[in-house]
């Protein structure tokens, strides 16, 4: 049976454990500059940074949902923030704003009411442990994304 515990552990994984999928994030990012992260090496594709602007985004709107089950919880800023400051600061700091997203959702799991992960989301047509899941299900997702992006630069 899946808990709380193993949820949020599955989360911190793809950060910088060991997934079952050999890759974290922290380990991908060792050899990404902020020029590298910006790049765009697939036309119309999106970048290495505003994944991860998109990623820290879902973390706060599904944690939102997980804190105040009885409220739509919709988090400031966009789906695929765009870049304005592109120096290595500014790269830090948005690495530093998904381990701290991704921290915040893994808490927002270990702290919800078990009881409650079948219950459907107000704003969605989906349970609450979908939407824990499927936090894990994007990062996975994008975290190859990101993986490939490296390989085209």
């Avoid at 709380?4 to 890759?23: C, F, I, Q, T």
């Avoid at 990012?29 to 998109?54: L, M, Q, R």
Wanted: overall charge negative.
């Amino acid at each position: 049976m899946w808990t709380n515990e193993k949820l949020a552990h599955e989360l911190r994984s793809l950060y910088n454990g060991k997934p079952w999928l050999d890759v974290t994030f922290e380990a991908s990012f060792k050899t990404v500059s902020a020029e590298d992260a910006a790049s765009h090496p697939i036309k119309n594709g999106n970048s290495i940074w505003t994944i991860v602007n998109h990623l820290v985004f879902w973390h706060r709107a599904v944690a939102g949902r997980l804190q105040k089950p009885g409220k739509i919880f919709v988090p400031e800023g966009k789906d695929f923030a765009p870049i304005t400051d592109f120096s290595e600061a500014a790269w830090q700091k948005t690495k530093e704003n998904l381990q701290t997203s991704l921290e915040e959702m893994a808490e927002a799991i270990l702290n919800f009411d078990e009881k409650k992960w079948d219950q459907t989301c107000p704003d969605k047509p989906t349970t609450f442990y979908e939407n824990a899941a499927g936090i894990i299900e994007h990062d996975a997702y994008h975290l190859g994304q990101i993986v490939l992006l490296k390989k085209a630069f």
